[in-house]
């Protein structure tokens, strides 16, 4: 059911603004409270069945207390804060955009927070429908140590869902089966995987180790067939983006770059150019969805800028850092230090650019609680979110503007997890 949150800011204009940044209109939640159009004979270009298109985008956070269970889903449109089933023990918490998928030891939860985009490269899409359950993956052999938590990683696109367990099986599953609320039937992956199986340009990225030596790209259609691939190894593969440029996948000695051009799929190394630790290879990264600069720390006190449209890396030293993300594009570096400081910093010359005051008065995954989910720093364009566990709030940040709280939502929960849905 709908929580309406408390909203606050620094004064009345700033919530404003912030609600006109947002792309509230009216305040309501028209997903919930406004069923949607029938469709006329002959359907408009676009046109999802139940579901509202919107002039902007829906963005939503789900919000997990791995504690209690209690789960949410913050409407950052409107404001509210909606209050779904509980799932208790969740260990990580991730998203393709619109589905999250509550990873925890007895299976996966998926759950569909209602909010998406679709691109079509010259123009976009933007939907919002109900939220609901859709059920839960079984937790196949899963193995601690992936980014994930649990050794099972789910990736997806428009078409499907591919599930990775620990033990390198891998499953597909028909995207319109989650859009209808149900898992569907899926087909088995030919083979072993020795990184996530990740959806890209119609076809299935990943690395295979079949061969039990390096891992190798490899390549296979939405049927499971393999199909040629480029002649590229990937050391010790760990953690994956998609960008406009192509699939990122960690390398022992950089990262990986697959795309496909004309209908052929080629792959380029983007190594660190020095010898780095591996406490301190880039393996989790983050980014804006759509952006082509990925973040991940590097180790405790610093922060891998990779920037896959010049093939560089950047490490930029910010001490005792928490947390990272950027938007990309000229942003700042958001780096959320140990003392619950944002900074933010100029990533071509590593200067520290903005700071705040302190926004968490305890920073979880730290000192004593080190076991505990770290906070994330979520990016949109105009706004970043950070989660603030202990004050059972989220903080809305405008980063263009001297890293400014533009919101702060009061949710009543312990919001140790959290992802941006309506990418």
Avoid at 181 to 210: I, N, Q
Avoid at 342 to 370: F, N
Avoid at 386 to 397: K, Q, T, Y
């Amino acid at each position: 059911m709908p929580v309406r949150g408390n909203v606050t800011a620094g004064a009345p204009a700033l919530l404003a603004l912030a609600l006109l940044a947002t792309g509230c209109a009216d305040g309501r939640d028209d997903a919930a409270s406004t069923p949607p159009a029938s469709p006329s004979a002959a359907a408009p270009h676009g046109y999802v069945e139940g579901a509202q298109e919107k002039a902007e985008q829906q963005s939503r956070l789900l919000l997990n207390d791995p504690r209690t269970g209690d789960t949410r889903v913050l409407d950052l449109i409107t404001g509210e804060a909606h209050e779904v089933s509980r799932t208790p023990g969740t260990s990580a918490l991730t998203t393709d955009g619109r589905f999250g998928y509550l990873h925890g030891a007895d299976g996966t939860r998926v759950l569909d927070t209602g909010a998406w985009t679709v691109d079509h490269g010259d123009h976009v899409h933007y939907y919002r429908a109900a939220i609901r359950d859709v059920g839960r993956l079984s937790d196949g052999s899963g193995a601690p140590g992936d980014p994930d938590g649990t050794g099972t990683r789910v990736r997806g696109d428009a078409a499907v869902t591919v599930v990775t367990h620990g033990d390198g099986r891998a499953e597909i599953h028909r995207r319109a089966d989650l859009e209808a609320g149900d898992l569907g039937t899926p087909r088995p992956l030919p083979g072993t995987h020795a990184s996530a199986v990740v959806p890209y340009a119609e076809h299935l990225l990943t690395l295979t180790d079949d061969t039990k030596g390096t891992p190798k790209a490899a390549v296979y259609d939405r049927e499971g067939e393999r199909v040629p691939a480029p002649d590229a190894v990937c050391e010790e593969p760990r953690g994956d983006a998609v960008t406009r440029r192509g699939v990122v996948l960690g390398c022992a000695d950089g990262a990986l770059l697959i795309r496909a051009e004309g209908g052929t799929f080629t792959a380029e190394k983007i190594p660190y150019g020095t010898r780095v630790p591996e406490a301190e290879r880039a393996t989790d990264f983050r980014h804006r969805a759509g952006s082509d600069t990925l973040t991940a720390p590097a180790g405790d006190r610093a922060v891998w800028v990779l920037d896959v449209t010049e093939r560089t890396w950047t490490r930029v030293e910010t001490g005792p850092a928490v947390t990272a993300n950027t938007a990309g594009e000229g942003s700042p570096l958001l780096v959320l230090r140990t003392d619950g400081t944002l900074h933010g910093y100029d990533i071509a010359t590593g200067e520290r650019v903005a700071r705040t005051k302190p926004l968490l008065k305890d920073v979880p995954g730290t000192g004593p609680d080190a076991t505990a989910p770290r906070p994330v720093i979520e990016v949109d364009r105009s706004r970043a979110y950070l989660n603030d566990p202990a004050g059972e709030r989220v903080h809305e940040i405008d980063y263009n503007d001297g890293l400014r709280v533009a919101r702060t939502f009061d949710l009543g929960i312990e919001p140790a997890l959290m992802a941006e849905t309506g990418r």
